[in-house]
C-alpha cells in the first residue's frame, strides 16, 4: 500500500438551537423518501456526460460536466500524489475520469475523496485499484450500508435508464475517515477535507486548496441562485454548518459543486444563508396548515425565473435554444418544494 502522507483531525461537532419554537435537530440514519405531490428528481444520466477542464492554478483542475445538472468532478495534482474528486455515477464514468487523469498528469493517482456518501458520487470506487486510497467524512462511510436502497433512490435519477445501474455490484467504502478536519500532502500542496456539520447529507466533505482558493463542495453548496437539497435534516443545521464554513475559510473566492457551474464562494454561502432563514422563518407561521398547503404558502425564489449571474453561467455551456436555463429553473422550483416539505417535518413531524 501506498504510504499515505494523510492528517487527521478529530473533533466532535455540537449543535444547539436558540429560537422560539422547538426544533429537532436530530439527523435521521437514512434519507428521506418523502416527496411532494408531483416532484420529479433531476436527471442525472451519465449518457453523453464529458468532463471539461478548467484550470485555476497549475496542477488544479475543476471537471465540468458538459451537460448541467450532470455530475462535476475535480483534480489536484501535487509533485508526489494526484487525488481526484468523486468516483463517478457507475464504473463506466469511473473508468473514463481515470483515463482522463492520466492524461492530464503523469503524477500517479494516489487519493480518491467523497464529497457525500450518494451513489452518483461513490458508485464508481469499486473501480479504482487498491493504491488509490478512498477518503471521506466518517458520517459518510456510516450511510454505505444498505447498497440495493442506494441503488434503488438513486435510480431515480436516471428516468428510462435504470439499467445502468445493474453494473453497479459492489459499494467500495472509504478506507479512510475523519470528523471534522483532514490534510492530504500531494507534494508541495496541501489539500484540506472539512465537514463543518449536516448539510444535504450528514457528512458533506469540502474539499479545499487554499494556495488557489478553490473548494469542491459536492451537494452541500451549490452556485449562488441554484436551490439546494435537504435531504437528510432540517434548515437548522443546515444553516449553522454554512455559518462555520464562512468564518473557517476567509481565503475562499470559488466553489465547484457536485451539480452545476462553478461560482463565487462567499456569495453561493450567503444566498443558502438568506434562502435557508426566510424558509425557517415562514414555515414557523404555517404551523395550522397541511403539509401541501404549507409548501405552497412558501416564497418559492424562482417563481419569476432563475438569478442573472446563474443564468450566464448557464449560458456558457452553449446548449441550444437556453436548455440549461428551462431545465436548471424547473429543477430549482421542484427543489424549493421538497426543501419546504422537509422543513416542515423538522418543525412538526
Known sequence: MYAMSLKIIDRSIIFQVTRGFEMSTKIPERESAERPAGYQEPSLSPTGLEHIPHTFARGVHALMANMPPK???GLI?????AL???AGFTPQVADRLQAQVAELSDVPLRYLVNTTYHGDHTFGNASYPEEVTV???RANRDNMTDLAREKQIRSGHLPGEEVLLDEVRSWRLPDVTFDER???D???RIVQLWQFGPGNGPGDTVVYVPDAGVAWTGNYITHAGVAPMLLQGGPEPYLQSLRKMRQTLPGLRTVVPGHGPMGDGPAAIDFLTTYFSRLLEEMAQLRDLEVE??????TNPWDQGLETSLSA??????LPAGRAEKSMLEICRNLHRLNALATYRALYG
Not at 453561467?313 to 452553449?318: D, F, K, P
Open 313 to 318: 453561467a448557464l449560458a456558457a455551456y452553449g
Open 182 to 184: 483532514a490534510e492530504i
Open 84 to 86: 481526484l474528486i468523486d
Open 77 to 81: 495534482v501535487g509533485s508526489r500524489a
Open 135 to 137: 477518503v471521506s467524512s
Open 71 to 73: 455530475d462535476n468532478n
Open 186 to 188: 500531494l507534494g508541495g
Open 293 to 298: 398547503e404549507a409548501i405552497a404558502a412558501t
